[in-house]
């Protein structure tokens, strides 16, 4: 049985969603892939309705939302332990889990890609008891993607704001790392797009840590348009290893966030979960 | 030897591991895949692939590698199973054991290499002069 989540999110998404639920419900009929459907509201949740897939022993639940949603639905399947398969429908034409998913926000070829079922189990990474697909960032200091605007200055004064700090990391209990650095990122799975290396396979049970060294000005006007695509590995010098438990010893307090939100601070500890996710993926997966 | 730069390349091998100069590593650094050092590790390095040790890297460990080309400086045992190349950069203190080393003009080594004996049935038979 197939059990529909449809999280339309806020304003501008839910003008979106009421706009192509309609197409969205025929073309699920069209692939013989319809199913029971609930709408999420501020008193049904993700968590509650996730909660009611399992217990009416749903197959497959099809988030239809925002990264945010696939990620709530995710943490509570995990958590309980539950064997559903999962798919996702992006009410978001950036999502960064859809691009790495090679799942288009084109309605039709996210419900094509559905109905192919192309399920591959994958690695999750467990901070504090909470599950991520994508990455953690360890400080202040975020790099998304960003418009480098008119010769990179917009983005080359944001960065030249960034303070460097400093951060100590202990790998698999093997070796312990220190540096000072202008970024650091704990990577289970990342949009590879403009990026020079290819790094986060959610399929090989490892973690990818990246640190960008610390920067002198005159290096960050230099490769203004490299930090702007939000790949610390394009910047010449990056360091990069991998493992499947990482220690964030200190600074203490450093504060660890996932998608710009921070969960925990350190010390603390990354790991690869024991449990994997099965999720219905695209063929432009990029993994 | 080709040491790889890009993960790409390795079309489904383990991934590199790069260790930028800023960064200092205590321990035992093992990886399956390439090992790019250019900051200061201490304890032991290990691959069974390649191992690459930039011009301002330092190396206070045992090394064991498949092929290495040290730039840098490495203080310690060196047990490579192919080539080991001593670039004119390099300053190697320490015990070397390989099947092939190349040292550049240039380049520093203190120590001893021991290196394995082609077998009899190895070597190609001189053609005699008519």
């Known amino acids: 049985m197939y059990f529909y989540i449809f999280d339309p999110g806020k304003d501008k998404e839910v003008k979106y969603f009421e706009r192509i639920q309609g197409r969205l419900l025929n073309l699920l009929a069209e692939h013989h892939i319809e199913g029971e459907t609930y709408r999420v509201t501020s008193i049904r949740t993700v968590e509650l309705l996730a909660q009611q897939a399992i217990g009416l022993e749903a197959r497959t639940i099809i988030v239809v939302g925002s990264d945010s949603t696939l990620n709530r639905t995710i943490n509570t399947l995990v958590r309980s332990k539950a064997d559903i398969t ?7 034409p950036d999502s960064r889990l859809g691009q790495i998913f090679g799942i288009s926000p084109d309605i039709g070829e996210s419900v094509k ?30 790099f998304p993607q960003l ?17 460097p700090f400093e951060v100590n990391l202990s790998l698999d209990d093997l070796y312990k790392v220190s540096s000072e650095v202008f970024g650091a990122q704990i990577i289970n799975c990342r949009n590879n797009q403009g990026c020079r290396v290819k790094l986060g396979d959610p399929t090989d049970k490892l973690l990818d840590i990246l640190l960008l060294n610390k920067l002198s000005a005159s290096q960050i006007i230099r490769y203004r348009r490299e930090l702007a695509t939000g790949c610390l ?11 499947k438990k990482v220690d964030v010893l200190g600074p203490r307090k450093l504060p660890l966030s996932i998608e710009g939100q921070v969960y925990t601070k350190a010390p603390a500890t990354i790991t690869v979960a ?10 432009g997966r990029q993994f | 030897m080709g040491i790889m730069t890009k993960r790409e390349e390795y079309d489904g091998s383990a991934p590199e591991t790069v260790v930028g100069a800023s960064v200092k590593i205590e321990g035992d650094l093992a990886s399956e895949g390439d090992i790019r050092v250019e900051g200061f ?17 330092r190396i206070e460990a045992d090394v064991d590698a498949g092929n290495a080309v040290i730039a840098g400086n ?10 080991l190349l001593i670039q004119e950069t390099g300053k190697v203190a320490g015990n070397i054991s390989c099947a092939r080393l190349s040292i550049t003009e240039g380049a520093r080594f203190m120590g001893s290499c021991t290196m394995a004996m082609p077998e009899a049935g190895d070597t190609e038979p001189i053609p005699e002069e008519e």
Do not use: C, W
């Open chain 1, 86 to 92: 999962v798919g996702f429908i992006s009410l978001d």
């Open chain 1, 113 to 142: 890609t559905l109905a192919g079922r192309l399920v591959t189990p994958l690695d999750l990474g467990e901070i504090n008891e909470h599950y991520f697909l994508s990455k953690v960032e360890l400080g202040e200091n975020q």
């Open chain 1, 147 to 163: 418009e480098p605007g008119l010769f990179g200055l917009a983005s080359m004064r944001k960065f030249m704001k960034l303070a």
């Open chain 1, 233 to 243: 590995d394009n910047v010449p010098g990056s360091t990069i290893m991998h493992a």
């Open chain 1, 274 to 283: 024991k449990q994997q996710i099965k999720m219905i993926v695209g063929k």
């Open chain 2, 41 to 57: 590790v201490t304890g032991k390095v290990k691959t069974t692939k390649n191992l690459y040790v930039g011009p301002q890297a």
């Open chain 2, 74 to 83: 490495v203080k310690g045992e060196i047990k490579i199973k192919d080539n």
